[in-house]
C-alpha cells in the first residue's frame, strides 16, 4: 500500500521550531521529487518547500525563505522540513507530496502531485 505519512506538528510559541517528518511507505522515495505544502483555515493549500531527486535542488515559497529547510533521506525514505524561527501566521496543517516526472520549481505546484500524506497540525501561538 503506497502511503504517506507526515509527523512532528505541534503547538509552539512564536520564535520556536519544529522538525516535520514525512515517512514513505510502500514505495521507494528514491526516483520522486518530494514537496511541502500548508493549507491555513479559509486559504487555499499553499506550496511551502520542494526538493529534487538527487536533494541537489531547493525550493522555498518566499514567505519561509531563511527559517525553513527542506531536506531528504533516501535510506530512511523519508523527507524532513526543519522550521525555524516560527511565526504564528505559519499555523496551518501541512501535507507532504511525491510523484514522479516533477522538475524544476514546479514541484511547488499542488497540480504536479497524486500522492499526499494526510497532513499534520503546526499551530503557532503564545
Known amino acids: 500500500q503506497v502511503q504517506l505519512v507526515e509527523s512532528g506538528g505541534d503547538l509552539v510559541q512564536p520564535g520556536g521550531s519544529l522538525r516535520l517528518a514525512c515517512a514513505a511507505s510502500g514505495f521507494t522515495l528514491d526516483y520522486d521529487a518530494i514537496g511541502w505544502f500548508r493549507q491555513a483555515p479559509g486559504k487555499e493549500r499553499e506550496g511551502v518547500s520542494c526538493?529534487?531527486?538527487?536533494?541537489?535542488?531547493?525550493y522555498y515559497a518566499d514567505s519561509v525563505k531563511g527559517r525553513f529547510t527542506i531536506s531528504r533521506d533516501n535510506a530512511r525514505n523519508t523527507a524532513y522540513l526543519q522550521m525555524n524561527n516560527l511565526k504564528p501566521e505559519d499555523t496551518a496543517v501541512y501535507y507532504c507530496a511525491t510523484d514522479i516526472g516533477v522538475y524544476g520549481s514546479s514541484c511547488l505546484l499542488n497540480s504536479v502531485y497524486d500522492y499526499w500524506g494526510q497532513g499534520t497540525q503546526v499551530t503557532v501561538s503564545s
Open positions: 526538493i529534487s531527486i538527487s536533494g541537489g535542488d531547493t
